[in-house]
């Protein structure tokens, strides 16, 4: 059974996670704040976190932070915060994804699958897979159903850093910084031409369907439909 931890300071929150993820076969453990939060990380290993960003002891983005300091486990931010700023400082933080409240269960059942399947080792090799999209970073080819598209250098980038965060939010700054350099994390007017190419490269292949949708103010997800 996998194990999940919610931080979160709401026992009404709290209450309706523990009932809807073990209704899915999870095992939940609970803290009400950021201190007892850290220490659940570090007793009992849990395999997803759920943080709330307005904990009573805390900012949310301080725990983050401090948990990357010596843990990998995916963080599923669940927030009020509906702003751009707070959303891009959690992913730029360390966060895996967000999730605005009030929220509804299937979807964050699809969030915790898609950062469960990024920690199982499925991505690592030279070859990504993301649905019908299939990347060979060796030899550096983008097929998507057996077609190959054909991608310039810094497409091909681009999507290989979305494609290693596959069905999660990518942030302006974290693709600019890998593709480009930190000298141009502030430059998304580039990001913005770019990212429209590789969309109507990767649509004729696929019907008129988008692979990539837009997180407005925020940054780009690659749509995982594994």
């Not at 849990?46 to 983050?64: A, M, R, S, T």
């Not at 913005?192 to 940054?219: F, W």
Request: aromatic residues 4%.
């Amino acid at each position: 059974m996998r194990k999940i931890l919610v931080i979160d300071d709401e026992a009404s929150i709290r209450k309706l996670l523990r009932v809807s993820l073990e209704a899915n076969d999870y095992q939940i453990i609970e803290a009400e704040n950021a201190q007892i939060g850290i220490q659940k990380v570090i007793e009992e290993r849990p395999e997803i976190i759920l943080l709330d960003l307005g904990l009573p002891d805390k900012n949310g983005l301080v725990v983050i932070k401090e948990i990357r300091q010596w843990s990998t486990t995916p963080i599923i931010v669940l927030t009020v915060l509906d702003s751009d700023h707070d959303k891009i400082e959690a992913l730029d933080g360390g966060a895996d994804d967000y999730i605005t409240k009030p929220f509804s269960i299937p979807e964050l059942l699809v969030r915790i699958r898609v950062a469960l399947r990024h920690t199982s080792g499925q991505e690592k090799g030279s070859i990504l897979k993301c649905g019908q999209l299939e990347m060979d970073l060796a030899a550096h080819i983008v097929k998507i159903d057996n077609h190959i598209i054909k991608l310039t250098v810094t497409e091909f980038d681009i999507l290989k850093v979305l494609i290693r965060y596959k069905g999660r939010v990518v942030t302006h700054r974290i693709i600019l910084n890998e593709v480009w350099g930190p000298n141009s994390v502030e430059h998304i007017h580039y990001l913005r031409v770019y990212l429209g190419n590789l969309r109507k490269k990767l649509k004729v292949e696929t019907t008129d369907e988008e692979l990539i949708s837009t997180e407005a103010g925020v940054g780009y997800r690659l749509i995982d439909k594994d």
